[in-house]
């Protein structure tokens, strides 16, 4: 579990040196242009299929981040938690929120864009996008995510 989290910010923090949109640091004053931003390969924390772009600061590290994901139609998130604070805005689509241990689309509240949700370290929910759908995070890092099943960590499992 240990290699996984230490693999999962290095991942992030490459593509926050890389992203032209992730130039300004949480330091300092961002203009970040729509056209300017750039998809990448979501870390291997997610379910394969994601992008992300990193807007602000550095996701890996301590401080405060902004990151937008890109989740294609069907995309899936498994009940998990983060030891941090977390905030999601939706840019585009619609994205479906549960809370629990239990992946039940039945009990899901879809948010559509321009909707926000703000969620308490440690509270165990699941997403899922039944459209191509865009949501911004963002929270103070280092940004990670444990899943209620094991089974369900795409880190242990072959992407």
Do not use: C, W
């Not at 629990?100 to 559509?112: H, I, K």
């Amino acid at each position: 579990m240990r290699v996984a989290l230490v693999l999962l910010l290095a991942v992030l923090a490459d593509l926050a040196a890389s992203s032209p949109a992730a130039a300004a640091d949480a330091d300092t004053t961002a203009f970040v242009h729509a056209k300017d931003i750039v998809f990448g390969p979501a870390p291997p924390a997610l379910p394969a299929g994601a992008r992300i772009a990193v807007l602000l600061g550095n996701p890996s590290a301590e401080g405060p981040f902004v990151i937008r994901l890109m989740l294609p139609k069907g995309y899936r998130i498994p009940p998990h938690s983060h030891s941090r604070d977390e905030q999601v805005t939706v840019i585009s689509g619609t994205m479906y929120l549960g809370m629990g241990d239990v992946f039940d689309p039945a009990t899901a509240r879809g948010l559509a864009a321009g909707g926000f949700h703000a969620l308490r370290a440690g509270t165990r929910h699941y997403a899922f996008a039944k459209q191509p759908t865009i949501v911004q995070v963002s929270g103070n890092g280092p940004f990670d995510i444990t899943y209620v099943k094991p089974a369900d960590d795409p880190r242990t499992a072959a992407r």
